[in-house]
C-alpha cells in the first residue's frame, strides 16, 4: 500500500533502503564527504571511516558513488568499485573478486599461459564494471564467485600483476582515478589488509593508483592498531557520530520535504514528537527512519493529522527487540529528570567557574555579573603538578568507550587507545565495556593549541570535577549542539574541565551576540574569553 499518499506525499519517506537522493547532510556527515572527495581527487591512497551500526555509513558510500558517478568524463574521471562483503576465506577469493570488479578478463594463451588483460570497452569509466576472468563467468561487486573457468591456473601473483597492469592503464595512460571502496570493512580478513597494502604501492612518483576508502565498525580500529604497517598508511581517518537533537528534527523535515511536492514541509511531527523521536533513538539515523515509518503508519490508522509524543512513544515500545536503543525506561519522569539534572549541575558548576584569561560576562538583560570569588592568598599560591590522570568517568547506560574519548580528546588514534587500554587494565574490551564501569582517562597532551589566536570564545562552564563537568555536558548536547569538552592545566589552576562554543567569535560584540542566541539556561552563566594562560596544557585535539 503506498501509505504516503494518504498523507499528501508522493515519494515514501522513511524507507529503509540507503537512497542517496533522502541523504540528510548533517554537518558531520557531509565533513566527511567533503574530506574523502578532497583525498581521492589527491590520490592521497588509504581512507577509512568509522561508526557504530546505523550511523550512516552505507548511506554515506552510496552518496559518494552517486557524487563521483555524476562527474563528467575525460582526464581526472573517477572509476568506483564496490564492494560490500569482504568476509573472504583466502586472498585468491579477495584478488579474484577485485579483478572481476576491475573488468579484468582472464584467458588461457596459448603459449604464454599468461593473463591477457582486456578492460571491457562497454564500461563507463564512472561505473565499476563486473566482467569475468573467464569467459562465460559472471560475478556481482561483493559476491566471492564459486568457480571460475581455469581457476587451477590462477595464482596470486598472477592476479597483481594483471591488477597492476590494469592500474597503471587506467591511472597513467589514461589519467583515471580508480577507487576501490570497501562496506563493512570490519570484516575484512588480515590477508585482505595486507594486500590492500600491497595495493599502495602501486604508484608513480606523484600519486597512487587505487584509492581506498574503507567503511567500517568502530572495531576496526583495533585492527588497524594490530596491523601498525596498514594503519601507517591511512591518509584520513574519521568517526561519524550519532546526531544531535537539532539535526534529528532537521534529518525528518529534509526527508518529509523530500517527499513531497508542496513548497512547505508537511507537518506531521510535533515539535514533542520529534523529541520523542530522538530520545528513543539517540540520534542514529537508521533508528530514526524505522521508528518515523512506525509512527506514520500509526498517525494513518489513528486518523491523526500530526504524530506528538505518545503517539512516537507507543510507536517506540512496539519495535522489534533489535531496533530499541540501550537505554533505560522511556518515560515522562526521563525528561524531568533531565532538568532536575541540568539544574543540580549548573549549581554545582557555577560556583567553580573559572575565568581562563581576559573575558568579559554578558548577563541576560536586568542580571548582575557574576563576581569573581577571590582566594586566599596561600591557595594562590599553589603550584599544582602535571597530572598522569584527567580523573574517572563511570560509563552510563546507553553510551561507549569511543563516544567517551571522541568528547575528551577529539579525533584521537592508535596511540590514545593504547595509553587508555594501558591505564585500564581490567578493562578487557574497550568495545564492550558495561554500563556503571569506570574508566580512567590518561593525561595526553595535545602538540597544539586548539584555540585559534585571534578569537573572542564562549565559555558555558568549567569546573575540576570531570564527572560533573562531563555529565553537565552531554545533558546539554542536544539542545546545543555546537558544545565543546576542553580538559586543560595549567600550575595554578591545576586540571580544568572547560565547556566552550566550538566556533570562535571575531569580537565581544559577536560573542555576546552568540550568548544571547543561546537556551537561557547556559546563556545565564556564559563567558566570552579572549585567551588562555600561556603556559596552559590542553588534552583536546
Not at 571502496?181 to 600519486?207: A, V
Not at 554578558?362 to 586566599?376: F, I
Amino acid at each position: 500500500m503506498d501509505y504516503y499518499k494518504i498523507v499528501n506525499l508522493v515519494r515514501e519517506p522513511f524507507s529503509n533502503s540507503p537512497e542517496p537522493d533522502f541523504f540528510y547532510q548533517s554537518p558531520t556527515h557531509l565533513r566527511c564527504l567533503q574530506r574523502l572527495e578532497l583525498a581521492v581527487r589527491l590520490r592521497r591512497g588509504l581512507n577509512v571511516v568509522l561508526g557504530q551500526v546505523g550511523t550512516g555509513k552505507t548511506t554515506l558510500c552510496r552518496h559518494l558513488l552517486l557524487k563521483f558517478a555524476e562527474q563528467d568524463g575525460g582526464a581526472d574521471s573517477v572509476e568506483t568499485h564496490l564492494l560490500m562483503d569482504p568476509g573472504f576465506n583466502t586472498a585468491l577469493e579477495f584478488l579474484t573478486t577485485v579483478a572481476l570488479s576491475f573488468g579484468i578478463m582472464g584467458k588461457k594463451r596459448q603459449r604464454s599461459h599468461a593473463l591477457e588483460l582486456q578492460p571491457p570497452s562497454s564500461a563507463s569509466p564512472c561505473a565499476p564494471a563486473h566482467e569475468s576472468l573467464s569467459e562465460g563467468a559472471a560475478a556481482t561487486p561483493g559476491k566471492r564467485p564459486r568457480r571460475l573457468a581455469g581457476d587451477a591456473e590462477l595464482t596470486d601473483w598472477r592476479l597483481k600483476e594483471a591488477i597492476k597492469g590494469y592500474l597503471f592503464k587506467r591511472g597513467v595512460d589514461e589519467q583515471k582515478i580508480v577507487v576501490l571502496i570497501i562496506d563493512e570493512g570490519q570484516k575484512l580478513p588480515d590477508f585482505c589488509l595486507e594486500i590492500l597494502r600491497e595495493f599502495l604501492n602501486y604508484e608513480t612518483n606523484n600519486h597512487k593508483l587505487l584509492q581506498i576508502i574503507v567503511f567500517g565498525q568502530p572495531e576496526f580500529r583495533i585492527v588497524l592498531d594490530r596491523m601498525k604497517n596498514v594503519a601507517d598508511r591511512v591518509n584520513f581517518l574519521y568517526v561519524l557520530q550519532p546526531l544531535d537533537f537539532r539535526e534529528t528534527r532537521e534529518m525528518i523535515r529534509y526527508r518529509l520535504a523530500k517527499a513531497s511536492e508542496q513548497q512547505r514541509t508537511p507537518q506531521l511531527f510535533s515539535g514533542l514528537g520529534m523529541l520523542a523521536v530522538y530520545l528513543h533513538t539517540r540520534g542514529y539515523p537508521r533508528q530514526i527512519v524505522t521508528l518515523c515509518h512506525q509512527a506514520l503508519l500509526a498517525l494513518i490508522i489513528q486518523n491523526r493529522a500530526r504524530a506528538g509524543w505518545f503517539l512516537v512513544r507507543s510507536c517506540a515500545g512496539r519495535l522489534a527487540p533489535a531496533d530499541k536503543p540501550r537505554l533505560t525506561s522511556f518515560r515522562w519522569a526521563a525528561g524531568l529528570s533531565a532538568v532536575a539534572v541540568s539544574a543540580a549541575l549548573i549549581i554545582d558548576l557555577y560556583p567553580r567557574t573559572m575565568p581562563m584569561g581576559s573575558s568579559e560576562t554578558a548577563p541576560a538583560a536586568g542580571q548582575e555579573q557574576p563576581q569573581e570569588t577571590k582566594r586566599p592568598p596561600q591557595e594562590a599560591a599553589a603550584v599544582h603538578q602535571k597530572p598522569d590522570l584527567l580523573g574517572k568517568l563511570s560509563l552510563k547506560n546507553g553510551r561507549t568507550v569511543w563516544w567517551m574519548l571522541t568528547d575528551c580528546y577529539g579525533q584521537y588514534d592508535g596511540n590514545i587507545l593504547r595509553a587508555v587500554a594501558k591505564v585500564n587494565p581490567q578493562l578487557k574490551n574497550l568495545n564492550r565495556v558495561p554500563a556503571g564501569a569506570i574508566v580512567n582517562l590518561p593525561a595526553l597532551e595535545a602538540e597544539t593549541n586548539p584555540l585559534a589566536a585571534g578569537k573572542v570564545w564562549v565559555q558555558i562552564a568549567s569546573s575540576a570535577d570531570l564527572e560533573a563537568a562531563y555529565e553537565f555536558y552531554r545533558t546539554h548536547k542536544p539542545a546545543a549542539s555546537s558544545l565543546w569538552f576542553l580538559p586543560h592545566w595549567n600550575p595554578r589552576q591545576g586540571v580544568v574541565f572547560s565547556i566552550l562554543l566550538r566556533e570562535g567569535f571575531a569580537d565581544h560584540d559577536s560573542a555576546r551576540r552568540g550568548i544571547a542566541k543561546l537556551p537561557p539556561v547556559l546563556a545565564a552563566q556564559a563567558v566570552a574569553v579572549s585567551s588562555m594562560a600561556p603556559d596552559t596544557v590542553f588534552y583536546t585535539r
